[in-house]
């Protein structure tokens, strides 16, 4: 599905340009700028914008718009995607389709 949305990216930019990317796979970063942009379509699909709270849960976004869930574990020398895992929504078709590693 990530896949799928980082080629629909690509298409504008080889489009609009003279020179077409040939590369026949997508670069990473081509890989994690779409599963950010797919995981921020599903947060706002499924929550409101509004509140730092929901059901509960206090959340803080990060720089690039997604809602992250603050847990217990902040203080802890982890990893920041640890600390802050991504709020996505328990029933969501999308959800259940993805295998996400963050």
Request: glycine share 4%; charged share 25%.
């Amino acid at each position: 599905m990530t896949r799928i949305l980082g080629w629909l990216k690509r298409f504008p930019k080889n489009y609009q340009k003279k020179v077409v990317n040939q590369e026949p796979f997508l670069s990473v970063d081509e890989v994690q700028e779409s599963r950010g942009t797919l995981l921020l379509l599903i947060q706002a699909e499924s929550f409101p914008e509004t509140g730092d709270s929901i059901n509960g849960l206090l959340t803080v976004r990060d720089q690039s718009g997604l809602r992250r869930v603050k847990t217990k574990t902040i203080k802890r020398d982890d990893s920041y995607a640890f600390r802050y895992p991504v709020l996505l929504p328990s029933r969501h078709y999308i959800v259940d389709c993805l295998e996400i590693i963050i």
